[in-house]
């Protein structure tokens, strides 16, 4: 009898152990059958989707939807020039810009203010640096040389090598200029002396006229800026020589 209460009594009243444990928790139905909520599950999976499509592009933030314009700034173009500085010894010095050695009609030239026999003793040290600024006109005329291409400015204040030494006038070319370029039609590159009476007439026909000529880099970086730089012959260190065209608005 005892054996059998022993069987039956855990049965019809529990012990505490069985009493004190808690029921299973119910499991919670899935909300993706509901159409009022989103599931977040659904934006994560679409997300790594299209980056599995596009793995090289960078996430994007809110910021990243304005739109932005980078404005980059044109290449300067470079070209190839023949360039002839000359003057008579107790005269101006003049720079003439060719587009080749056959032509008569210069595209640039410029009469400086400085004496040659300056610009000899400058070219000694082996570096020069000329810099010709466009000269700011009356208000009347200043439009026009804002406008106007850069070499058709007539007026330069000039620099050498930091130093402001006077002004640069672009002049067209005289039949001096013409007789005295055609006399330079077979010299590419070289240094010379010309002598008296030979390409010139005045009162300086007595003197003897030093040149040098020389293939240059012709090379627009803007609308206001334009340089020319001496190419030395079989890229050997030698003369350096550039000249500048600055125009400020």
């Not at 700011?136 to 400015?153: A, G, H, K």
């Not at 030494?165 to 010379?192: D, E, H, P």
């Not at 012709?218 to 609308?223: E, V």
């Amino acid at each position: 009898m005892s054996k059998i209460r022993r069987f039956f009594l855990p049965c019809i009243f529990p012990t505490a152990a069985d009493a004190q444990t808690t029921p299973a928790p119910k499991k919670r139905l899935s909300t993706s059958l509901r159409d009022d909520i989103d599931e977040p599950t659904n934006t994560k999976s679409a997300a790594a989707d299209q980056e599995a499509q596009n793995p090289d592009q960078e996430p994007t933030s809110p910021e990243d939807h304005s739109t932005t314009l980078l404005i980059v700034p044109p290449r300067p173009s470079k070209s190839m020039v023949i360039g002839t500085i000359f003057g008579h010894r107790r005269g101006h010095v003049w720079f003439c810009i060719q587009q080749d050695r056959v032509s008569m009609k210069p595209t640039l030239l410029l009469e400086l203010s400085m004496p040659t026999n300056q610009l000899v003793k400058e070219m000694r040290c082996g570096l020069v640096r000329i810099a010709l600024e466009c000269a700011r006109p009356e208000s009347t005329e200043r439009i026009e040389v804002t406008s106007c291409p850069l070499r058709l400015v007539p007026v330069w204040i000039m620099y050498c090598n930091g130093r402001k030494v006077g002004f640069a006038v672009r002049r067209k070319a005289s039949g001096q200029n013409r007789l005295m370029l055609k006399m330079m039609q077979s010299i590419t590159i070289g240094a010379g002396v010309i002598p008296a009476g030979l390409g010139s007439s005045g009162p300086d026909s007595g003197e003897q006229i030093i040149y040098m000529r020389a293939n240059y880099e012709h090379m627009i970086g803007s609308a206001d800026s334009e340089s020319f730089h001496l190419i030395n012959p079989d890229e050997c260190a030698g003369q350096e020589f550039s000249l500048f065209l600055l125009r400020s608005r």
